[in-house]
């Protein structure tokens, strides 16, 4: 198992993480957020990419995937509140 990435930068992203995620505001917009924020610490070596997490992060797209003009509603939004907090928990791991 890959140990996970304990720097200034990788202690950085995981509070920027939270912290998007704890905003008030809507539940997928937040997510989208927070996966753009995940992303650019995964390419920036600050995080590590574990294959729990990979499923997690899969899973969450999933349910914010929608077609053009298409709105999320409640069921899309309880999904990400739902996959986000398993997200908070596996950061540690990263």
């Not at 992203?13 to 997928?28: N, P, Y």
């Not at 914010?64 to 540690?92: M, N, P, W, Y």
Request: charged share 35%; glycine share 6%.
């Amino acid at each position: 198992m890959t140990q996970p990435a304990r720097t200034n930068e990788a202690d950085e992203a995981r509070r920027d993480i939270r912290a998007i995620l704890e905003q008030k505001g809507h539940a997928v917009d937040n997510a989208r957020v927070a996966l753009e924020r995940l992303d650019s610490a995964f390419d920036q070596g600050a995080l590590v990419r574990t294959e729990q997490l990979n499923q997690t992060i899969a899973d969450l797209r999933l349910a914010l995937e929608q077609d053009d003009g298409q709105k999320l509603g409640g069921k899309s939004a309880e999904a990400a509140r739902f996959i986000t907090r398993a997200l908070l928990r596996q950061l540690e791991d990263a």
